[in-house]
């Protein structure tokens, strides 16, 4: 229980100063998730280690499906959810084999391509107007991707590809997902998430199945618990902040992904890498930005917004 006066000091706070809080411990669980997965790729399979993640976090939400019962989960959507849960299931195996297969701070370096895929994304699917900021932005930001993939850093290029497959697959996923809290409660959407993601990764996790150690269980069960309290403190954080003012400090997830890169797996960033790295971060934090001033015209002062 939280002691009174600590709860105090925490509701003193204002509504940004409380999402970052929340933000920057869902990048740290997020890094220590990658930690894990990278440690567990070592010696089972990709397919396994999305198996039990999904199964773990079925376990953690059981309480709550048993609460809502078939009522709460009753869904006119499970064409939706389906189309979901398959793009979720692939980027999700695509970012782990990632992860086993590049340095942990260039695996995590493609992730922040998401908000210029999103971009193109909005303009594809969505009809949406992009002037020439934005655009500028993703063109700058995709050659920082070209930067990290010098061949004289070293940097698997077929790893690489995976990675930027895995990120664009997940951004079609985040794009559906949008689409389906327009009309459902955000805790039903995830429990379908895992619902049918599960039952998408059983046949190939059990195929490849190798029975873990003690050790190797600890892990498995790491894995599913970070990255539940993850997602929370994501959904915590962006209740409480505007999403261009969090976009300021996601580069604070790249920082904590060199540092354990380093002194846990001995990764040290090449030159291009830390080249791609500012390019990148900038354009991501230019279009999160760009788009929170355009929201912010659209439909005034956001509560919980950041101070300016």
Known sequence: MI?????????ALQPASRG????LADQTFLVSTFVLIKWL???????QIVFLRLAIGLVV???????????????RRFGGHMLRN?????????SYLALTRLPLADATLVSFTGPLI?????????GEKVRWRRWSAVGVGFSGVVLIAQPSAGTPLDALGIALFGTFVTCLSVATAKNLLRHEPAMQVTIWYTMLSLVLAAPLGIWFWQWPTAA???????????????????????????????AGFG????????????????EVPTEWTLAGAAVILTSAVYVGWREAQVGRKATGPSRGGAPR
């Open 61 to 75: 939400l059981l309480p709550t499906i048993a609460r809502l019962g078939p009522v709460g989960l009753r869904t």
């Open 3 to 11: 002691p009174p006066a600590l709860g105090a000091r925490w509701s």
């Open 118 to 126: 999103m971009t193109v994304l909005a303009v594809l699917l969505l």
């Open 20 to 23: 970052l809080c929340w933000f």
């Open 251 to 266: 580069y604070v997830r790249l920082l904590f992904a060199i540092a354990v890169g380093y002194f846990v797996f001995d």
């Open 216 to 246: 190797d269980w600890v892990l498995f069960v790491g894995v599913g618990l970070l990255a539940t309290a993850g997602h929370y403190c994501f959904l915590r954080a962006y209740a409480e902040a505007d999403a261009g003012y969090l």
């Open 41 to 47: 790729g070592a010696h089972h399979s990709i397919f």
């Open 86 to 94: 398959v793009l979720s299931t692939v980027g999700m195996c695509c």
